[in-house]
Antibody, heavy 117, light 107 residues
Framework: EVQLVESGGGLVQPGRSLRLSCTTS????????MSWVRQAPGKGLEWVGF??????????EYAASVKGRFTISRDDSKSIAYLQMNNLKTEDTALYYC????????WGQGTLVTVSS | DIQMTQSPSSLSASVGDRVTITCRAS??????LGWYQQKPGKAPKRLIY???SLQSGVPSRFSGSGSGPEFTLTISSLQPEDFATYYC?????????FGQGTKLEIK
């Protein structure tokens, strides 16, 4: 069974940093790209970014709203994907989901990030 | 960026009704489109991939069609558990983009 569990969310002040983790099981993590999606309270879904498998260079892509501030990485030895978020803004407040593959076929339950002073 | 225009934004229907939700892509996306269902307090769940392929375990009353620029999700006979919010997603080119969502409510 495919499982994705996000962690690392919490309350953080504007301008600070936070790192989210996505711990996975039930599939060959090293063969899979991984994506992050967020959902602001009461709003729709917003794609955040994507990391390819290392087989395909481990390259990343980001939404314009987070590019230069957020970084996605992966540790294939631990089957974990990360979302490093720097210079956080109040508009980054959202529930953050990690998803398996570029087709977003399986989702975790999300971790809440609240950016507020 | 590719814009996904989803309609309607909300829909009231009754159990047993047939409903259709539409997404229109601003550029060609081949069949790189998925449909997702989200219930309150839950993560989205993929229903359809590659525009018309049914995700394993999803009831056959759900179907997808279209090949660009217009795609549809059809629920052939609404069940009580289908009342939720539905989103389309294009994953043809970066940035990936979602439709605005359709909230399906009980009439």
């Amino acid at each position: 069974e495919v499982q994705l569990v996000e962690s690392g969310g919490g309350l953080v002040q504007p301008g600070r940093s936070l790192r989210l983790s996505c711990t996975t099981s039930g599939f060959t993590f090293g063969d899979s790209s991984m994506s992050w999606v967020r959902q602001a309270p009461g709003k729709g879904l917003e794609w955040v970014g994507f990391i390819k498998s290392n087989t395909y260079g481990g390259t990343t892509e980001y939404a314009a709203s987070v590019k230069g501030r957020f970084t996605i990485s992966r540790d294939d030895s631990k089957s974990i994907a990360y979302l490093q978020m720097n210079n956080l803004k109040t508009e980054d407040t959202a529930l953050y989901y990690c998803t398996k593959s570029g087709r977003l076929d399986y989702w975790g339950q999300g971790t809440l990030v609240t950016v507020s002073s | 960026d590719i814009q996904m225009t989803q309609s309607p934004s909300s829909l009231s229907a009754s159990v047993g009704d047939r409903v259709t939700i539409t997404c229109r892509a601003s550029q060609g996306i081949r069949n790189d489109l998925g449909w997702y269902q989200q219930k309150p307090g839950k993560a989205p769940k993929r229903l359809i991939y590659a525009a018309s392929s049914l995700q394993s375990g999803v009831p056959s009353r759900f179907s997808g069609s279209g090949s660009g620029p217009e795609f549809t999700l059809t629920i052939s006979s609404l069940q009580p558990e289908d009342f939720a919010t539905y989103y389309c997603l294009q994953h043809n080119s970066y940035p990936y983009t979602f439709g605005q969502g359709t909230k399906l409510e009980i009439k």
